[in-house]
């Protein structure tokens, strides 16, 4: 019982030092409610028009349903990459180094049917 007292006392001790540090006080009020508002109403839920490449290497039927199923106004229309160097493309729309991967399960009906160069 005495330790709990002890916290409670603690605690109270802090709160009455809080209250006579008024810088502390208005970065505690400001970080915990204009900042997450801010933050909350700035940045949008969701993607506009973002930009996206693809690299299709075999041209089947399941890869152009998958470019087909970035639709406005969350994405621009996908970008076909011709030259392909492993793991980064340079966008010509946006003229930036970007980097991305999509992988296969190995035995699904997509993996199956791209032919892989052995060494």
């Known amino acids: 019982m005495r330790g709990l007292r002890n916290i409670y ?6 709160l009455r030092s809080l209250l006579g540090d008024k ?5 505690i009020v400001f970080a915990f409610t204009v900042s997450v508002y801010s933050s909350a109403t700035v940045m949008p839920g969701s993607l506009h028009l973002a930009p ?3 690299a299709d290497m075999d041209k089947s039927q399941l890869s152009s349903r998958i470019i087909n199923a970035f639709y406005r106004p969350w994405f621009l229309e996908p970008e076909l990459i011709t030259g ?6 340079r966008s010509p729309s946006t003229s930036r180094l970007t980097s991305s ?8 009906r997509k993996s199956r049917s791209m032919s892989t160069p052995r060494a």
């Open 52 to 54: 996206i490449a693809v």
């Open 84 to 89: 392909w160097m492993p793991g980064a493309t």
């Open 101 to 108: 991967a999509m992988y296969w399960p190995v035995g699904s």
């Open 23 to 27: 810088a502390m006080l208005v970065l």
């Open 9 to 14: 006392n603690l605690g109270v001790k802090e």
